[in-house]
């Protein structure tokens, strides 16, 4: 998978018990669309290391109806599991 870069909109966040082993519980997910039309309504999740700072940005993205600058494995197509979101950064509106 490659890394790649993208600017979405927050539609979920939150905790979660149910993973497919991805990382140890609770995981932290993310539902995102990005603005450019690439994908549409993908799970993420952060890594264990910084999910509670990912959480935090994704809360006030929602929060501010802000954007997101992330930077994610390739999306897994809708349904599958949730990729990996490596950095999350907040965008000014």
Same mark, same amino acid.
């Given at each position: 998978?490659?890394?790649?870069?993208?600017?979405?909109?927050?539609?979920?966040?939150?905790?979660?018990?149910?993973?497919?082993?991805?990382?140890?519980?609770?995981?932290?997910?993310?539902?995102?669309?990005?603005?450019?039309?690439?994908?549409?309504? =993908?799970?993420? &999740?952060? @890594?264990?290391?910084?999910?509670?700072?990912?959480?935090?940005?994704?809360?006030?993205? =929602?929060?501010?109806?802000?954007?997101?600058?992330?930077?994610?494995?390739? @999306?897994?197509? @809708?349904?599958?599991?949730?990729?990996?979101? &490596?950095?999350? &950064?907040?965008?000014?509106?």
């Amino acid at each position: 998978m490659s890394i790649d870069s993208h600017v979405c909109l927050v539609r979920e966040a939150g905790p979660s018990m149910n993973n497919a082993g991805q990382t140890p519980n609770p995981m932290v997910l993310f539902r995102l669309n990005d603005v450019s039309g690439a994908f549409s309504d =993908i799970w993420f &999740y952060a @890594p264990q290391a910084t999910k509670n700072q990912m959480l935090a940005v994704a809360l006030a993205a =929602i929060n501010t109806q802000s954007q997101v600058h992330v930077f994610v494995d390739t @999306p897994n197509p @809708p349904g599958g599991e949730a990729t990996q979101c &490596y950095n999350m &950064y907040l965008l000014a509106p």
